[in-house]
Each structure stands twice: as C-alpha cells, then as structure tokens.
C-alpha cells in the first residue's frame, strides 16, 4: 500500500519560486531516504536532493543554493523549495523513496516513486 503522491509544479517565470510536496503512506521517514529527481526530454533522470532519516541533506551542484530538500516525520510529506528557477531546470520532477540511512542521488537506489510533477521555466 505504498503510495507517493505528489503536488505542486507548472509554470514560472525565471527567477522565482516554486514549493514541490510529495505525500508518502505506506513508509516510514524515520526508516527511509527520500529523494527528488527530475528528466527533461532526450536526458537522462538526475539526482538533484535527497534527505536522510536524520535530516542530513545532498544536492547536485547545480541546484546548490537555490534548492532546499526538506521533510515533515509526522505527515509523511517531503518537500523541496526552489528559489532562482533558470530555464535549465525545466524537467518533470519526482518525488522517491529509498530504504537507506544515508542521502544519495541515485536513482538505482530508489524503489518508490511519485507520479511526476512538470515544472517549467520560461
């Protein structure tokens, strides 16, 4: 019954700001990583946060600065700030569950995932 459904995303210009959530049942954050990964056509899906079960945090480096990966234990909900959008973080966004200790950007490591949120900067 492991579900993660995710809200937020659409359309921004650049410089602004956007709130991803992602809704989690059927895990426990006090047990696994979350992550948010996202593909823009013809690429390939890339890490760009993750969060440990203690908080600890991992960004790609192109996001450092802008983007903040955060979680709420009690509500099961994950979310990620992005401030500064640039065009070049257009891409379908998904929230991801992974039983691990530790923040990685690793998709591999992922086996849960949301539906996908499109965000795009224009």
């Known amino acids: 019954h492991v579900q993660l459904v995710q809200s937020g995303g659409g359309l921004v210009q650049p410089g602004r700001s956007l709130r991803l959530s992602c809704v989690a049942s059927g895990v426990t954050f006090d047990n696994y990583a979350m992550g948010w990964f996202r593909q823009a056509p013809g690429k390939e899906r890339e890490g760009v946060a993750a969060i440990d079960t203690t908080g600890m945090t991992t960004y790609t480096y192109s996001v450092k600065d802008r983007f903040t990966i955060s979680k709420d234990n009690v509500k099961n909900k994950l979310y990620l700030q992005m401030n500064s959008l640039k065009p070049e973080d257009t891409a379908m966004y998904y929230c991801?569950?992974?039983?691990?200790?530790?923040?990685?950007?690793?998709?591999?490591?992922?086996?849960?995932w949301g539906q996908g949120t499109q965000v795009t900067v224009s």
């Open positions: 991801a569950a992974a039983p691990s200790h530790w923040p990685s950007l690793s998709c591999g490591t992922y086996i849960y």
